[in-house]
């Protein structure tokens, strides 16, 4: 321990009050000869660990923790958080009186540690009812760019990416679902580091900037899902995007089996995306290698393995995001006792007894209210102007989502039927009249309730996770 890391601690205690203290922090850092810093808003445990020697551990191998009780410091939480491995670096973001704010982040020496991390300490009862989030923290290097004009081509809006950020890398641009010369009206721009992301955010932020006359949208690009090698090793079911909206399940599959008859199982496809499921994965990853890249009735088609995603977890791991279009990688795959393919667009969670949930739920989104004090200046607005995280509810998030893709609002239709001892119960079916004529008609959830609001929840939220991206 040297006197600079000894003084920033003793900062520190001065005006923390409650279980952490000056001897606490000091007998961790002799007890694990790590060093600790506090500069810039965080307080830094290790980075690199004693003994250290090379570059530091590659990216996937940091976790983010939310949730963390503002009174909880490194000497109770590192000895949490080593249980699942060597820690490189611990990092817990901190507030000018002396709590933490609440999150940090851990840093392992391998990807297997940060992975063992998630599994075993996300929902973990940190304290008594308070519930920890643990999830893969990512250098995002990508920014979503929306309010691009449709009319143009991925070269061009490289060339004025490039005029106007440095670092840029690429560009990825993905044509309209109904006129495949058009863009969706939003790409993603990959930069060559964070930072130079960071640097273009905040250049384009403000708002006032145009692109051809444009006023753009900007924002970071939501990380794609990570997925372990051992997991993707086993997947035989590919994603397909960028069909005619009119190409069919059944030319698809036709496709498909020309390299090899009989090698499809079958296939589900909504709207411009389908996932092609296969008996053997020999066969599938062999048929993306053909046919990516192919013509499917004029429609040049990109094919890559799905990305599986556990059912179980899908709403819970999004509990503090939001359904937006700046997610790319929005599409997975479910196993075989469900044909319905999902998306990871971050969506509001239902009340556990909807998903037969009976573990400790984790907290909920925090919601708060502020003082209205007499003469504030009140502002009229419509609802679709806000972000998608001002709702909370999976109903105002399939409205939102529908306004956002310039479609008339859901239909809700109500049913009912009487249970064996006498309860009634309901559900209801959900029509998308922009897409009621395309393979899937109407969208119902296979669950009843017993309650109208929660009829309506459920089936708000079964429909989005059945809806392709923006």
Request: hydrophobic fraction near 35%; charged fraction near 25%; proline fraction near 7%.
């Amino acid at each position: 321990m040297n006197e600079e890391n000894i003084d920033g601690t003793n900062g520190c205690s001065k005006v923390r009050t409650g279980t952490q203290n000056e001897a606490a922090l000091l007998a961790l850092m002799e007890k694990t000869g790590y060093n600790m810093v506090q500069e810039n808003g965080q307080r830094k445990f290790g980075g690199p660990p004693p003994g250290w020697e090379g570059p530091p551990p590659p990216r996937g191998c940091e976790v983010f923790v939310g949730k963390i009780p503002r009174d909880m410091y490194e000497d109770e939480l590192v000895p949490v958080f080593e249980r699942a491995g060597k820690i490189y670096e611990f990092r817990l973001m901190m507030e000018f009186s002396g709590e933490n704010r609440g999150y940090a982040f851990v840093m392992y020496t391998t990807k297997e540690e940060a992975q063992l991390a998630i599994r075993i300490l996300n929902n973990y009862e940190i304290r008594p009812g308070k519930f920890i989030g643990v999830c893969v923290s990512l250098d995002n290097c990508r920014l979503f760019i929306g309010a691009i004009p449709k009319e143009k081509k991925k070269e061009e809006i490289l060339d004025e990416m490039k005029k106007v950020t440095e670092g840029v890398v690429d560009v990825i641009v993905y044509p309209s679902a109904t006129d495949k010369t058009k863009n969706r009206g939003f790409a993603f721009v990959e930069y060559e580091s964070h930072r130079a992301a960071a640097m273009a955010r905040r250049k384009l932020i403000p708002g006032t900037f145009q692109l051809w006359g444009h006023t753009i949208q900007v924002d970071w690009a939501d990380p794609e899902k990570e997925v372990d090698e051992e997991t993707m090793q086993r997947v035989k079911v590919l994603y397909v995007r960028n069909l005619m909206i009119s190409t069919t399940e059944e030319t698809i599959k036709a496709e498909f089996n020309k390299f090899k008859p009989g090698a499809v199982e079958r296939v589900k496809k909504l709207r411009d995306y389908a996932f092609v499921h296969f008996f053997n994965r020999e066969d599938a990853v062999a048929a993306m290698s053909v046919m990516n890249g192919k013509c499917i009735d004029g429609a040049c088609i990109e094919v890559t393995l799905a990305k599986p995603v556990n059912k179980e977890n899908t709403w819970r791991q999004h509990l503090n995001g939001q359904i937006s279009p700046n997610s790319e990688n929005l599409i997975v795959f479910t196993n075989k006792e469900e044909s319905h393919p999902k998306t990871l667009g971050k969506l509001p969670t239902l009340p556990a007894r909807l998903n037969g949930q009976h573990s400790p739920s984790p907290p909920e989104v925090e919601r708060c209210t502020y003082p209205f004090y007499p003469g504030t200046k009140l502002t009229p607005i419509s609802m679709y102007s806000l972000k998608s995280n001002h709702f909370n509810s999976a109903v105002m998030h399939l409205d939102y989502y529908c306004n956002k893709n310039n479609w008339a609002p859901p239909e809700y239709y109500l049913y009912s039927t009487t249970s064996q001892d006498g309860k009634v119960l309901l559900v209801y079916k959900i029509v998308i009249p922009a897409i009621a004529n395309g393979s899937q008609s109407y969208f119902m959830p296979d669950k009843l309730c017993t309650t109208l609001e929660d009829a309506k929840e459920l089936a708000a939220q079964f429909t989005l996770l059945h809806l392709g991206p923006f």
